[in-house]
């Protein structure tokens, strides 16, 4: 069975320091993964996904994720964090085994940017 | 292309009433899942519909209903309101049938119930 772990709930970081927010998945066949950012009262919105190609994977806002297959980790880096990166983050696994597949969502990590 | 569109925005409810959330899909996507999400709970899921019909479904109480049309819009339904439904209600759609192919979410329906 799949499923996904956000190791911390809240991480707090000052402006301009490197960012790191940690993923662990588990998961029976070859996963897709996704990270994805909340602002407040907004919807979910896609910072990168890792389908089986490069295992670094860049996205938007200069986030970036490395897959590790034997460590099952997928953890989120930014080398320099802005005001604006406070937000809730999702770490989230989709199997796809077929067209039927599951998504699992973490349990998010809130990000905290210090001044 | 648009994104994914909910409606409406704002809902304020008193208990014991139904209400009904709308989700038009990206062109082209025919899965459309919904989400509860809440401070306490964080992001749950309720169901997916794709062409029609609901392919995945979520731990949540048959007051919770949903449909899919033709077109790809969706509708949730939720009936006889209780305080603790109160929540963001979020649609998310996304093309099938290809490997990987992400979520897109919408800015979701803040449903307070009164």
């Known amino acids: 069975a799949q499923s996904v772990t956000q190791l911390d709930s809240h991480v707090s970081v000052s402006e301009g320091t490197p960012v790191l927010l940690r993923c662990n998945y588990s998961s029976s066949y070859s996963p897709s993964l996704f990270w994805y950012v909340q602002h407040p009262n907004k919807g979910l919105q896609l910072l990168l996904k890792?389908?089986?190609?490069?295992?670094l994977v860049k996205g938007i806002n200069g986030f970036e994720a490395e897959f590790k297959k034997s460590e099952t980790s997928f953890h989120l880096t930014k080398p320099s964090a802005h005001m604006s990166d406070a937000a809730e983050y999702f770490c989230v696994v989709s199997d796809d085994p077929g067209r039927d597949d599951k998504i699992i969502f973490g349990k998010g990590t809130r990000l905290h940017i210090l001044p | 292309k648009a994104g994914v569109t909910q409606t409406p925005r704002y809902l304020i409810k008193t208990r014991g009433q139904q209400v009904t959330l709308s989700c038009s899909p990206i062109s082209g996507h025919r899965s459309v899942s919904w989400y509860q999400q809440t401070p306490g709970q964080g992001l749950q899921f309720l169901f997916e519909?794709?062409?029609?019909?609901?392919?995945n479904k979520g731990n949540f109480p048959g007051r919770f209903s949903g449909r899919q049309f033709s077109n790809s819009r969706s509708e949730m339904n939720v009936s006889t309101l209780e305080l603790g439904d109160s929540a963001l209600y979020l649609c998310a759609s996304r093309p099938t049938g290809t490997r990987g192919s992400p979520l897109h979410f919408g800015n979701g329906t803040r449903l307070t119930v009164t």
């Open positions: 890792y389908t089986s190609a490069a295992t």
């Open positions: 519909y794709f062409s029609e019909t609901q392919r």
